[in-house]
């Protein structure tokens, strides 16, 4: 839960800055220290510019939130050094950005809330991050700050890794990261392959997935509008995945994914596309480790928060998949509402027989009797179709 930012006691504050934001003190001095002008030390002055900035007049708090976020190094150091009010810290926070100094002294101070840690691990950049992720203490206090690093693009793979594999050993279990329970069993079956990799060559390569996926067209593209289109987009890029693992393209992506170590590759499901680049960099990649050889790297594939119902029907037709992905997708309530994905499975022979049965009550009597004909798939299933035929035609 985010912290509520509310303005602190009056009487909590230091007789200066109670004096000098308080309603009745003139409007040209309260400006003043919205505009960080006013003499005061620097603790003081964090105090005053949050005071302003969760006020009434909005004027005067767009102007300090704009202020906390602007102050000299030199200041900010002192000064989130020695506040201990979580509220402010969290301000300051929201105010500085990519300001990786003061935000590294922020994180350093023992008053900042775990919710404000955790929302800077889920934006921050990389030299942010690793002193996000150096505090094994705060992580284990506070879970979701491990989640947050794990699905931020900007953690390098090693720090994620690290930061999994202590949740692992202290027995959490992240609720926020679709396909822990694979990351866990790859994290405790890991073998002399997986320790080969050295983690700085890790990161380089994870870092160019990244940015290839990133820049796969020209420019950036808004998502698909129409459901027209994102079915179109998610068939261009299955296509695509497919000639790049039959050999049939050189596309050095799929080459660096597929070389990727199994931690990465599941990682790399998780994560989406970044904001304003085209969406079919993450769909690609997960169009390939969706037929990944490693049944843990394909299911968390399938599951990553990011699949489109439209890749789904794609996947549940494909019985080049593994069983566990077939069988994800048809326990998946979101997925199996649509009629298309229904029909895929049923005529997926990978599927499981009884979630196939289940379907085949929702089948136009077109489709079903086209089951009923159907060699591809186990011969109890075609039966249970004719039956099925029979019963309603005898009505």
Do not use: W
């Not at 109670?18 to 003043?32: F, G, Q």
């Not at 692992?168 to 990799?197: P, Q, T």
């Not at 326990?331 to 289940?358: D, E």
């Amino acid at each position: 839960m985010s912290l509520e930012l509310i303005p602190l006691d009056e009487g909590a504050l230091p007789p200066a800055v109670r004096k000098a934001v308080s309603p009745s003190a003139p409007l040209p001095l309260r400006t003043s220290i919205a505009r960080g002008l006013a003499p005061l030390p620097p603790a003081d002055l964090a105090l005053a510019l949050y005071q302003l900035a969760v006020g009434d007049d909005p004027a005067l708090a767009e102007t300090a939130r704009r202020t906390a976020g602007e102050l000299p190094d030199p200041v900010l150091a002192t000064a989130l050094g020695s506040v201990h009010e979580p509220r402010v810290l969290d301000l300051f926070a929201s105010a500085l950005g990519d300001r990786a100094k003061p935000l590294q002294t922020l994180l350093l101070n023992a008053h900042t809330a775990d919710t404000t840690v955790e929302r800077l691990a889920a934006a921050a950049g990389e030299a942010t991050l690793e002193v996000i992720a150096q505090n094994e203490q705060r992580l284990l206090r506070h879970p979701p700050i491990i989640t947050a690093l794990y699905l931020n693009r900007r953690t390098r793979m090693s720090t994620a890794t690290r930061a999994l594999e202590l949740a692992v050993r202290n027995g959490l279990r992240l609720e926020g990261i679709a396909s822990f329970d694979e990351i866990k069993a790859a994290i405790e079956s890991e073998g002399e392959a997986e320790r080969a990799f050295d983690p700085v060559a890790t990161d380089a390569a994870f870092a160019r997935v990244l940015a290839s996926l990133d820049t796969a067209t020209a420019a950036p593209q808004p998502p698909p509008a129409t459901d027209e289109e994102q079915a179109q987009v998610a068939a261009e890029v299955d296509a695509a995945a497919d000639r790049s693992l039959a050999g049939q393209s050189q596309d050095d992506k799929a080459v660096q994914i597929s070389r990727l170590p199994i931690g990465a590759k599941i990682r790399l499901a998780m994560l989406g596309s970044a904001p304003g680049v085209d969406i079919r960099g993450a769909a690609f990649a997960r169009a390939v480790l969706v037929r990944d050889s490693n049944k843990m790297v394909a299911l968390a594939a399938i599951r990553s928060p990011s699949v489109t119902e439209h890749e789904a029907e794609l996947y549940a037709g494909n019985r080049g998949l593994c069983e566990e992905v077939i069988r994800y997708i048809a326990g998946n309530r979101m997925f199996v509402r649509r009629y298309s994905i229904k029909l895929s499975l049923v005529n997926n022979p990978k599927c499981p027989l009884q979630s196939a049965m289940g379907f085949l009550a929702h089948l136009t009597p077109k489709d079903l009797r086209a089951v009923a004909r159907s060699k591809g798939i186990p011969s109890a299933l075609s039966k249970a179709a004719k039956g099925l035929i029979e019963k309603r035609e005898s009505r």
